[in-house]
């Protein structure tokens, strides 16, 4: 069974940073794209970071470049998200998903999801 279980969230103020962690069991984790999305309350869900074997880091998310790290343990099969500088508009539930196309380009649909982390960021 494929299991994605994020971690990390929390309650901070802005200008502070959270690490999330992605673990994945259950798949070959060098075979799979996995990426970061996010939801806020009322929007739709949008694509954040993503890191595969083939094509490297993708940030797709222009808001977050440059605050955001996407980087991967492949040896602890973990995926994480380094967020620095948050700001009240990065407020959202963060999940990751691994893709068995293993490429990141433009987009993931996401074969297996997490479960959510919320993230809020106080101003």
């Known amino acids: 069974e494929v299991q994605l279980v994020e971690s990390g969230g929390g309650l901070v103020q802005a200008g502070e940073s959270l690490r999330l962690s992605c673990a994945a069991s259950?798949?070959?984790?060098?075979?799979?794209?996995i990426g970061w999305f996010r939801q806020a309350p009322g929007k739709e869900r949008e694509g954040v970071a993503c890191i595969s074997n083939n094509d490297g880091i993708t940030y797709w998310a222009d808001s977050v470049k440059g605050r955001f790290t996407i980087s991967s343990d492949n040896g602890k099969s973990t995926v994480y998200l380094q967020m620095n500088s948050l700001k009240p508009e990065d407020t959202a539930v963060y999940y990751c998903?691994?893709?068995?196309?293993?490429?990141?380009?433009?987009?993931?649909?996401?074969?297996?999801w997490g479960q959510g982390t919320q993230v809020t960021v106080s101003s």
């Open positions: 259950g798949l070959t984790f060098d075979d799979f794209a």
């Open positions: 998903a691994a893709e068995g196309f293993p490429f990141c380009g433009h987009w993931i649909a996401g074969d297996y």
